[in-house]
């Protein structure tokens, strides 16, 4: 099993930035890629980006150009600037694992104010 402890939400006024993190602990060789998601208030939850182990990296249109992800080890960022209102969501990170699954942690609050 693995287990993801998230940080860094909060609250950002339009255009400002915020950087998330999440560290993975257990059985972190069992990890493939790790990633991003975000669910907004009545939305679907959305898959933003992902990073392998070889370090290939993948990002939804929506956020293509201003987040970055990146990753050191066993602890997955998500650099978020140029923050626009409709990024306002729960972000959880999420590993995919050599059993073909994936596990999130528990989200947390991003609040971009217009």
């Known amino acids: 099993q693995v287990q993801m ?29 790790m990633g991003w998601d975000r669910q907004a ?23 293509k150009g201003r987040f970055t992800i990146s990753r050191d080890e066993n602890t997955v ?6 923050l ?8 959880y990170c999420n590993v995919y694992l050599n059993t073909g699954t994936r596990t999130w942690g528990q989200g947390t609050q991003v609040t971009v104010s217009s």
């Open 77 to 82: 960022y998500l650099q978020m600037n140029t």
């Open 5 to 33: 402890v998230e940080s860094g939400g909060g609250f950002v006024q339009r255009g400002g930035s915020l950087r998330l993190s999440c560290a993975a602990s257990g059985n972190i060789f069992s990890i493939n890629a």
């Open 41 to 63: 208030p009545g939305k679907q939850r959305e898959l933003i980006a992902t990073i392998t182990n070889e370090g290939r990296t993948n990002y939804a249109d929506s956020v």
């Open 84 to 91: 626009k209102p409709e990024d306002t969501a729960v972000y």
